[in-house]
């Protein structure tokens, strides 16, 4: 993921700098709204922007206070962009999405299987932008034996990964 390509979503944590105004400078969380709060300048839409987009949004809204306003705009941390995996796991999580992850990848995050996991009927589920979900089939043990290695496929933000008991 190229960060200057990363488009703030909902429960990331920016840090806004406004050089020489320490009053202005905040760290905010990205509200469910999709906006933040920012000194002078009030409510400020941030989801669907990059850093430079949002940049530039809060740097026109404080002419109006300050003069030739210096905005940074930092992404502290990633919050939006998560796996789900549920299930017969160790520890079922939400799992960041901060690099390419796969199935596995994200089994292993959560501690590996249970005792109890059915490892040949693993599903991701994936949400389509109108509401309809798609699911995939992962079966481990195919997979230990060579067979089936696009099951272990690359995850998606809002992919949830069930692992049946």
Do not use: C
Not at 12 to 20: A, C, E, G, H, P
Not at 59 to 68: F, I, M, N, P, Q
Not at 97 to 116: E, N
Not at 131 to 150: C, D, I, Q
């Amino acid at each position: 993921m190229d960060r200057a390509d990363y488009v703030i979503g909902p429960a990331d944590i920016l840090r806004i700098q406004v050089w020489r105004q320490p009053e202005l400078s905040t760290d905010v969380p990205v509200r469910p709204d999709g906006k933040i709060s920012v000194p002078l300048a009030n409510d400020v839409q941030a989801a669907g922007l990059t850093a430079e987009e949002l940049r530039e949004v809060i740097s026109k809204a404080l002419t109006d206070y300050v003069t030739a306003p210096d905005v940074t705009v930092m992404v502290r941390e990633i919050r939006s962009k998560n796996v789900q995996v549920v299930g017969e796991v160790l520890r079922p999580a939400a799992v960041p999405l901060l690099s390419d992850l796969r199935v596995l990848d994200v089994i292993a995050i959560a501690g590996g299987f249970s005792a109890y996991a059915d490892k040949s009927d693993i599903r991701v589920l994936r949400p389509n932008p109108d509401g309809s979900v798609v699911e995939y089939r992962f079966n481990y043990n195919a997979f230990l034996r060579g067979k089936n290695p696009e099951g272990n496929m690359r995850l998606h933000p809002g992919d949830a990964i069930v692992v049946p008991d």
